[in-house]
């Protein structure tokens, strides 16, 4: 302490002013990137939400509004209990009619995660649609998993049936090679993209396992909030 | 940098123009490879790569010219290092804020301006050792000659990888892009392509200058 001390009344010594100087410069740089983390916190939040709805817009047919859910110990709740609870997005359509439920799925592609959001429609409990969320592939290939529209009507109506004992699905959903897709539940696989292609089925077939059955049994919960939409 | 400056502190066209041409840091120094490579795909890509990095060195150098006095030698480069890290962690909040596509395009290639050695360069070599406003007018056409580097590169790689400019298509349906131009080597190839231009315009000019000296002794 005493050194400390000392050292503080000769300002010049060396070690003092680098220790200063770099605890001075430190503390300012962390009062900036504070306050600017502060002000754009809720632009950045906004700017999610809405390429959120716009994904879950464009996976659920028809949907024109969304409400978020939380996926908690095989219930369906509207406040995140848990950090790492699934998100299940309802999607309603104008009437407030609910029409499917929206999820994410991630699955490692050719060049890191491949982060998905896909539509399903428990009427005829399949997924309607898919949309990539972020991803790395490569341009002009793996990227075909978003401009491919031969790709992306596999995504018409997937067949992702629950089975019997509802804890899975009843058949897995995989990617088969290009052009021998024979049933619902099979995508057909781009030639020239064929590790994004399964990676894109494996994270389907992943996410819809273990997230289909319990949203099934929860569906009640999302049609009753939909009552509550129509009586505001 | 023909004449030599009697006052030190003069701020002059060739401060300005240094990093645009003369001092190119792209073209000439071959500085900051990493971005230049990496993000530009595509010409809006390539604009607001360099425009943040331009945004980063610009703050940085106010900073460091201000604080170059006080900063003890030993730990000059640490202390630009915290510098050059805190403008590049609000740049990306900024950037999140401003276009979640754009951040997500960009990928971590934001936080790699830290080691954009361009960056380091400027506040070691020009920052430090000169007054503020003559830093940031030279840092300013450093940043812009990245920009307009980064520019180049991204416009003919998306003209020719994508058959497009800032996201207009240009030729239609029948186009068949050159993919190659929009991956990696194709970075490498672009960049060689206009670092042989370049070379060719100043060895022309270098001629020039020499055939309108030997006139003159004539």
């Given at each position: 302490?005493?050194?400390?001390?000392?050292?503080?009344?000769?300002?010049?010594?060396?070690?003092?002013r680098?220790?200063?100087?770099?605890t001075?410069?430190?503390?300012?740089?962390?009062?900036?990137?504070?306050?600017?983390?502060?002000?754009?916190?809720?632009?950045?939040?906004?700017?999610?939400?809405?390429?959120?709805?716009?994904?879950?817009?464009?996976?659920?047919?028809?949907?024109?509004?969304?409400?978020?859910?939380y996926?908690?110990d095989?219930?369906?709740?509207?406040?995140?209990?848990?950090?790492?609870?699934?998100?299940?997005?309802?999607?309603?359509?104008?009437?407030?009619?609910?029409?499917?439920?929206?999820?994410?799925?991630?699955?490692?592609?050719y060049?890191?995660?491949?982060?998905?959001?896909?539509?399903?429609?428990?009427?005829?409990?399949?997924?309607?649609?898919?949309?990539?969320?972020?991803?790395?592939?490569?341009?002009?290939?793996?990227?075909?998993?978003?401009?491919?529209?031969?790709?992306?009507?596999?995504?018409?109506?997937?067949?992702?049936?629950?089975?019997?004992?509802?804890r899975?699905?009843?058949?897995?959903?995989?990617?088969?090679?290009?052009?021998?897709?024979?049933?619902?539940?099979?995508?057909?696989?781009?030639?020239?993209a064929?590790?994004?292609?399964?990676?894109?089925?494996?994270?389907?077939?992943?996410?819809?396992?273990?997230?289909?059955?319990?949203?099934?049994?929860?569906?009640?919960?999302?049609?009753?909030?939909?009552?509550?939409?129509?009586?505001? | 940098?023909?004449?030599i400056?009697?006052?030190?502190?003069?701020?002059?066209?060739?401060?300005?123009?240094?990093?645009?041409?003369?001092?190119?840091?792209?073209?000439?120094?071959?500085?900051?490879?990493?971005?230049?490579?990496?993000?530009?795909?595509?010409?809006?890509?390539?604009l607001?790569?360099?425009?943040?990095?331009?945004?980063?060195?610009?703050?940085?150098?106010?900073?460091?010219?201000?604080?170059?006095?006080?900063?003890?030698?030993?730990?000059?480069?640490?202390?630009?290092?915290i510098?050059?890290?805190?403008f590049?962690?609000?740049?990306?909040?900024?950037?999140?804020?401003?276009?979640?596509?754009l951040?997500?395009?960009?990928?971590?290639?934001?936080?790699?301006?830290?080691?954009?050695?361009?960056?380091?360069?400027?506040?070691?070599?020009?920052?430090?050792?000169?007054?503020p406003?003559?830093?940031?007018?030279?840092?300013?056409?450093?940043?812009?000659?990245f920009?307009?580097?980064?520019?180049?590169?991204?416009v003919?790689?998306?003209?020719?990888?994508?058959?497009?400019?800032?996201?207009?298509?240009?030729?239609?349906?029948?186009?068949?892009?050159?993919?190659v131009?929009?991956l990696?080597?194709?970075?490498?190839?672009?960049?060689?392509?206009w670092?042989?231009?370049?070379?060719?315009?100043?060895?022309?000019?270098?001629?020039?200058?020499?055939?309108?000296?030997?006139?003159?002794?004539?």
């Amino acid at each position: 302490m005493s050194s400390a001390q000392q050292s503080m009344q000769q300002p010049d010594s060396p070690t003092t002013r680098m220790i200063l100087v770099l605890t001075g410069i430190a503390m300012l740089s962390g009062f900036l990137v504070v306050l600017v983390a502060q002000l754009t916190a809720p632009v950045i939040a906004e700017n999610q939400r809405i390429a959120i709805e716009k994904a879950v817009v464009k996976v659920i047919p028809g949907a024109t509004t969304h409400k978020e859910f939380y996926l908690e110990d095989g219930k369906l709740v509207t406040e995140k209990q848990n950090q790492d609870s699934d998100s299940i997005y309802a999607g309603y359509n104008a009437e407030g009619k609910l029409l499917g439920v929206a999820a994410k799925a991630a699955a490692q592609g050719y060049a890191g995660m491949i982060y998905l959001l896909y539509g399903y429609e428990p009427s005829c409990e399949c997924i309607r649609g898919i949309k990539v969320l972020k991803m790395a592939e490569t341009p002009g290939l793996g990227d075909k998993i978003i401009t491919d529209n031969n790709f992306q009507a596999n995504f018409d109506a997937l067949d992702a049936k629950v089975d019997i004992a509802n804890r899975s699905l009843a058949n897995e959903i995989v990617t088969v090679k290009a052009g021998t897709r024979q049933h619902d539940w099979e995508i057909d696989a781009i030639s020239g993209a064929t590790i994004s292609s399964v990676a894109v089925g494996k994270a389907l077939n992943e996410s819809a396992q273990r997230l289909m059955p319990q949203v099934l049994t929860q569906l009640h919960v999302l049609e009753q909030s939909e009552v509550i939409h129509d009586a505001n | 940098m023909t004449q030599i400056n009697k006052n030190k502190d003069a701020i002059t066209w060739e401060t300005f123009s240094e990093g645009l041409w003369v001092n190119n840091p792209v073209f000439v120094m071959l500085l900051g490879m990493c971005p230049v490579l990496a993000v530009t795909n595509s010409a809006i890509n390539a604009l607001a790569m360099g425009l943040a990095t331009m945004f980063v060195l610009l703050a940085s150098t106010i900073l460091v010219s201000l604080l170059s006095d006080f900063i003890p030698k030993q730990v000059r480069i640490a202390t630009y290092i915290i510098i050059i890290a805190t403008f590049v962690t609000i740049i990306d909040y900024v950037i999140q804020a401003i276009s979640l596509d754009l951040y997500n395009a960009l990928g971590a290639f934001i936080q790699l301006i830290v080691a954009n050695c361009m960056i380091l360069g400027r506040a070691e070599a020009f920052s430090s050792k000169n007054k503020p406003l003559k830093s940031i007018v030279n840092a300013l056409g450093m940043g812009i000659g990245f920009t307009f580097a980064l520019l180049c590169l991204g416009v003919v790689r998306e003209v020719l990888g994508a058959g497009a400019i800032f996201g207009i298509d240009l030729f239609g349906e029948n186009f068949q892009p050159w993919v190659v131009m929009i991956l990696p080597p194709g970075g490498f190839l672009v960049l060689g392509g206009w670092l042989l231009l370049f070379d060719w315009i100043k060895q022309r000019q270098a001629k020039d200058e020499e055939q309108e000296g030997r006139a003159n002794v004539a």
